[in-house]
C-alpha cells in the first residue's frame, strides 16, 4: 500500500461518534501519518504541506464500522441456505466451503473486502475458516486482508473435539450416512500441537503487519475444543497481547450440551477456565441467563451482536438490553453471508436499533441511533483491542473514515444526519473510505486495488467448489434431513 498522504477535508458535516456524540455541522480535519492531528476551521495559508484537499461540503463525515464477526470463506454462498435450521446450515455450509484452493480462499476473501468497504465498513474480523486449515490457506486469506487496505484481524477458528450439537441427539444416524460421514470427514479436528504450532506461526509471521493486520486464537466454539485447547489460546493471548474470538451460545441445544458435558454453564466454565477478560469476544450470546451476563460484564468482555444472522436462522434473539444495562460493550456483525446475504453493517445497525422496541414499553430504554452507532464502531473496534485507535474522530485517533454523499433522496433535506445514516442509509451513498489515511474508495469507487477483476474471477469459482464437493454436497442434504 501507498504511505498515508497529509490530507485536508474541508467544510465536511462531521459526526464524531465521541464520548459526547460531538456534531460539526461545517469543518475542517487534517491528517498527517495516517492519523487526525487538527479538527476545526484550518487556515488556507498552510496549504503546502497537504498532498491532497478533499472538497466535502454536502458530504457527512463518519467514522468507519467495524464488522465484528463474518466468515470470508462464505463470501461465495449468499442466497444459498434460506429455510434451514442451525445444524442443517452448518452442514450445507461445508459443502460450499470445504476444500478450496488457495487462490479461491483469496477471493472469496477479496469479495467481501469489496462489499465491505464500497458499504462504509473500513474494518472486520474474520472468523476464518470453517474447517481443518493449514499454513496456505492462511497465507491467501492474509493476502487478500493486506491488498485490500482494510484493517482486518482475523480470528484463527480450530476445534479438537466434536461438533455435538449439529449430531443428532435422539436416534442413531444411518449406517449409510455414517460411512460417508467417515469418509468425507469435513470436520476433523486438528490435534493440539499441530494448532500450537499453526497458531504461534501465524502470529509470529501476520499478527501488527502494516499496524492494521492482527491474528487471534478463535476457538469455533467453546464445548468444540477441549479444555486443553481453551487455556493454550488464553495463554497465547496473554503471550502476544491479542484477543480471543468465539462463537458462544448461538443456539439452545448447547446450553444443555454444556450442562451434561461440565455440570455447570458455558459462561461459568469459561470463568473457571480463566478465559472471561476484556480479550474476549463472543458472537451471537443469544442463550445466556443473568448470572452469566454479569459474569461477562465483570470481567470486560465484548458481545458482538448478529441480529440479521439470529433472526433468519431463527436461532433467537439476544437478550442485548439487559446485557447493556450491565454494563458490557456491545459490538455489532453481519455474521457470514450464508446466513445473512450480504456484509453490510448499515441493516445489522438498523435492525439492531428497532429488535428490542416492541418488548419494551417505556421508550426510555430504546436503543438510540448514537447507541447502536457506537456499537458499529466503538463496540467493533473494542472487540479488536483497538479502541484507543479507531472508533471516533478525534484528534490522535487513526483516519479510518468514511464519507457519504448526501444526495440521495433518503438524505434530502437532512433533517438529522446521525438518524438517517441508521434509518434512511443502505450504504450506495458511500464516497470516500480511507484507512489510515489511505484512500481506498473514492467517488464510489474502489481505488486500492483492480475490484473489478476479482469479480470477474469470483463468478465461476462456486460452480467449481460444487463440482469439486459433489459428494460432500450430497451428505449435507442428507444430513438436513435429519435437522428439519
Not at 498527517?32 to 479538527?39: Q, S, V
Not at 484452493?101 to 476464518?128: K, N, W
Not at 434509518?423 to 489515511?437: L, Q, R
Request: hydrophobic share 40%.
Amino acid at each position: 500500500m501507498p504511505s498515508p498522504e497529509c490530507l485536508l477535508i474541508r467544510e465536511a458535516l462531521v459526526g464524531t461518534l465521541d464520548e459526547n456524540n460531538t456534531i460539526h455541522q461545517s469543518t475542517d480535519v487534517l491528517i498527517e501519518d495516517g492519523k487526525i492531528i487538527e479538527i476545526g476551521q484550518i487556515s488556507p495559508i498552510n496549504s503546502d504541506r497537504y498532498n491532497r484537499v478533499i472538497e466535502a461540503k454536502g458530504k457527512l463525515l463518519v467514522p468507519g464500522f467495524v464488522n465484528a464477526h463474518y466468515h470470508s470463506p462464505a463470501n461465495f454462498i449468499e442466497g444459498t441456505c434460506d429455510n434451514l435450521s442451525h445444524p442443517a446450515f452448518m452442514w450445507m455450509n461445508q459443502a460450499y466451503t470445504a476444500n478450496k484452493t488457495p487462490r479461491e480462499t483469496y477471493v472469496s476473501a477479496m469479495l467481501g473486502c469489496i462489499q465491505m468497504l464500497l458499504s462504509g465498513t473500513t474494518a472486520s474480523l474474520d472468523h476464518f475458516p470453517g474447517q481443518i486449515c493449514g499454513p496456505e490457506d492462511i497465507e491467501a486469506v492474509m493476502l487478500a486482508h493486506q491488498d485490500s487496505g482494510m484493517r482486518t484481524v482475523l480470528g484463527l477458528r480450530f476445534f479438537d473435539s466434536g461438533f455435538d450439537d449439529i449430531i443428532p441427539q435422539k436416534g442413531s444416524i444411518p449406517d449409510h450416512i455414517q460411512k460417508e460421514m467417515k469418509s468425507l470427514n469435513p470436520l476433523k479436528p486438528i490435534s493440539l500441537d499441530a494448532l500450537l504450532r499453526l497458531m504461534e506461526d501465524s502470529i509470529q509471521k501476520w499478527n501488527g503487519v502494516d499496524n492494521r493486520l492482527g491474528i487471534f486464537p478463535a476457538p469455533s466454539n467453546p464445548e468444540r475444543c477441549s479444555d486443553e485447547a481453551l487455556m493454550m489460546c488464553r495463554d497465547l493471548a496473554e503471550q502476544h497481547d491479542t484477543g480471543i474470538h468465539m462463537h458462544l451460545l448461538e443456539t439452545s441445544v448447547q446450553v444443555e450440551i454444556a450442562k451434561e458435558k461440565y455440570g455447570c454453564t458455558m459462561v461459568e466454565h469459561l470463568d473457571k477456565l480463566g478465559l472471561l477478560s476484556h480479550r474476549l469476544s463472543c458472537a451471537h450470546t443469544i442463550w445466556i441467563d443473568d448470572a452469566d451476563i454479569k459474569r461477562l460484564a465483570e470481567n470486560g468482555s465484548v458481545v458482538v451482536h448478529n441480529p440479521e444472522s439470529n433472526m433468519k436462522i431463527g436461532a433467537g434473539t439476544a437478550p442485548i438490553p439487559t446485557m447493556v444495562a450491565h454494563g458490557i460493550t456491545i459490538a455489532l456483525g453481519t455474521d457470514g453471508v450464508g446466513t445473512n446475504d450480504n456484509l453490510i453493517m448499515h441493516e445489522a445497525l438498523k435492525l439492531a436499533a428497532m429488535l428490542h422496541r416492541p418488548n419494551q414499553s417505556d421508550r426510555k430504554n430504546w436503543f438510540t441511533v448514537e447507541d447502536v452507532l457506537r456499537m458499529g464502531t466503538h463496540g467493533g473496534a473494542t472487540a479488536l483491542l483497538q479502541n484507543e485507535h479507531i472508533g471516533s474522530i478525534e484528534i490522535g485517533k487513526r483516519a479510518d473514515l468514511v464519507l457519504y454523499q448526501l444526495d440521495a433522496p433518503w438524505w434530502i433535506p437532512v433533517n438529522d444526519p446521525m438518524s438517517q445514516l441508521v434509518f434512511a442509509e443502505n450504504g450506495s451513498s458511500v464516497d470516500t473510505v480511507m484507512v489510515d489515511g489511505r484512500i481506498l474508495v473514492e467517488k464510489g469507487k474502489i481505488t486500492a486495488f483492480n475490484a473489478d477483476s476479482i469479480i470477474e474471477e469470483a463468478k465461476p469459482m462456486m460452480s467449481e467448489i460444487l463440482k469439486r464437493n459433489a459428494r460432500l454436497h450430497h451428505l449435507a442434504e442428507q444430513m438436513s434431513c435429519l435437522f428439519p
